[in-house]
């Protein structure tokens, strides 16, 4: 009798462990983001030497309404010839010109896409560097879908995020009207690099009624939100583009 119980314990046990793994793909499926946007250029800023983000330059209407942060990696010859461009030329704003493309997409099923790459803005006289770079979706860091009926007293949000070697912070698009802005940064803490580096992305909140965009004392440490960071220098601000 107790062979028996046990066969039966183990059949069960063993049943229950084979529905969980059958309940992954199903709760992966259920993450992904359906949408009835059609195919649009979808303007990036991209940033980072030792490693790249893209952040989508949104609007408050479709097909271009979403905040996205990207983790990506050029092929290797574009990745050289960005990072030399960077170092001679000491610009900080550096845009990629994508494909057409779904943007929600990018949650389901698109990895990589082509896009030339300007050093400044693409839509504003920048200077095309290389065409048709394949750039490979890493991970995809942020991804909301904005709101241009919202008008709600929320807290002034930033998103920090990077890794050892470098750390960055991106406004957090809520209300409108609104301004995207994207910073260097450098972390004091260790331990909060170390999050950042296992690809973590923190929030930090500042009160609702603090100046927009925020008054930064630039290379100079302080404490912003609850961690202590230096604020080297702005990569780049927008208004008119979220009113």
Known sequence: MHKKVTTLN???????????????????NAQKHHSTDHPGIHGMVLFGEYKQYASHLPLFYSP?????????????????????????????????????????????????????????????????????????IEKVAYFKKLNPTQNQKEPFRYMLFGNKQEQFMVHQILNRPEFDEILSVQVSDVKTKSKLDEGEVLTIS???????????????????????????????LEFDDLK
């Open 10 to 28: 183990s059949f069960f046990l063993y049943l229950l462990v084979s529905v969980q793994f059958l309940m992954v793909p199903l709760n992966l």
């Open 206 to 236: 500042l009160p609702a009624e603090t100046i927009k965009p925020y008054p930064w004392k630039f290379n100079t440490e302080s404490k912003i939100g609850t961690i202590k960071m230096n604020v080297l220098k702005q990569i780049y």
């Open 64 to 136: 271009h309404d979403y905040q996205i942060i990207l983790k990506v990696k050029l092929d290797s010859s574009a990745e050289q010839a960005y990072i030399n461009d960077r170092k001679t030329s000491h610009t900080e704003l550096y845009t990629i010109e994508p494909e057409k493309f779904v943007l929600p997409e990018i949650m389901n099923d698109i990895h990589s896409f082509k896009a030339n790459l300007y050093r400044g803005h693409f839509e504003r006289g920048g200077q095309l560097i290389l065409q048709n770079v394949t750039v490979q």
